[in-house]
């Protein structure tokens, strides 16, 4: 993912760089990221930010100091206001999925093997959302703290990756379980 969104940074001007790191760093899916207004991002510097997700019951998602960066020099940039859309499009509307999705297959040809192209790996420009995801889990958040982030399910996370919940990867205080699980005297039965 790094090597694809170094190509766009490269090679797009325009929102679409933003647009995919946001994406890459907070697990928002591209519709939720392409209706997000310069209002709903707050941007401390040097510091977690955060951006409000108007879609569904609405949540608020951290934004690690670095992304905080990249919208803050996008905003200054483009010389948008509070009330604009964060990622507008060429024409000045919402950045379209054609605009991002003909940027995203330039940057997998340009970056990928063709074996890779060929074995679809990121094949979708939701594979960010997907790397978000991973990369929450192997950092530790608990699930049911990326899944009220990404606005799913607990179990949808399980589903959806299961190589973060084998048993062989956890450590289980056996004494414990025992302790916890013993039952009343047994002696008499």
Do not use: N
Not at 24 to 45: H, I, K, M, W, Y
């Amino acid at each position: 993912m790094r090597a694809l969104l170094e190509w766009v940074r490269e090679e797009s001007p325009g929102a679409v760089f933003p647009f995919f790191a946001s994406m890459a760093s907070t697990a928002l899916s591209p519709g939720e990221a392409a209706s997000v207004r310069v209002c709903d991002v707050t941007l401390p510097e040097r510091e977690f930010g955060e951006v409000l997700v108007r879609s569904g019951e609405g949540r608020r998602v951290p934004l690690t100091p670095e992304i905080v960066g990249v919208l803050r020099r996008w905003i200054d940039r483009a010389g948008l206001k509070a009330g604009d859309l964060l990622f507008p499009g060429e024409q000045g509307g919402p950045l379209s999925s054609c605009e991002y999705r003909r940027v995203w297959k330039q940057a997998r040809q340009a970056v990928l093997s063709p074996e890779e192209v060929q074995a679809g790996a990121g094949e979708q420009v939701s594979s960010l959302r997907d790397s978000s995801l991973d990369a929450w889990l192997r950092a530790g958040v608990p699930v049911w703290g990326a899944a009220e982030w990404a606005g799913v399910s607990a179990s949808w996370i399980a589903l959806r990756y299961p190589h973060h919940f084998r048993l062989e990867d956890v450590e289980i205080d056996w004494d414990h379980l025992e302790e916890i699980l013993r039952l009343p005297d047994t002696s008499r039965l």
